[in-house]
């Protein structure tokens, strides 16, 4: 979508990858929003069916054969490795998008410290996006 088909811009990537994260579903609200940047109100309801559809189908004709391969000893080892080898994916893919998400020094010193602030204390997002905002438009240029 950013790279290879230049449907969006890595900063509108971003800005979907964010709007999907604060609603429920935030890949099928990027997977909408992208649809919507691309081809308007049908994209987005075409780009939504996308998502879901191949995953209902997949389900449908799994589940009836699920169990017997529950039994099979080397699908149990792949599937434990399955979560490990996700977790890397996703490592790797936020290593990739840093770039374009802490584009500076201000930025990358509010990233730090919302981290911080939400492993050391436990506190949850919605106080965090509000005191980013403030300090977003406190500091954004005039």
């Known amino acids: 979508m950013v790279n290879q088909l230049q449907w969006l811009s890595p900063r509108e990537f971003l800005d979907g990858l ?3 994260q604060l609603t429920p579903g935030p890949v099928v609200m990027l997977a909408a929003f992208v649809g919507y940047r691309v081809g308007g109100l049908w994209g987005s309801v075409v780009s939504g069916a996308a998502i879901f559809l191949p995953s209902f189908v997949l389900m449908l004709s799994v589940v009836p054969v699920l169990e ?4 099979i000893a080397w699908m149990n080892a792949a599937l434990r490795g399955v979560g490990p080898a996700v977790i890397g994916m996703i490592g790797v893919a936020l290593l990739q998008m ?7 020094l201000v930025t990358g010193l509010l990233t730090l410290a919302t981290v911080v602030t939400m492993t050391a204390w436990r506190l949850g997002p919605l106080p965090l996006m509000t005191a ?3 300090v977003g438009v406190v500091l954004r240029p005039r």
Do not use: K
């Open 18 to 20: 964010a709007l999907g």
């Open 132 to 134: 980013g905002g403030a």
């Open 98 to 104: 840093l770039p374009q998400a802490v584009p500076d």
């Open 68 to 71: 017997r391969v529950r039994r």
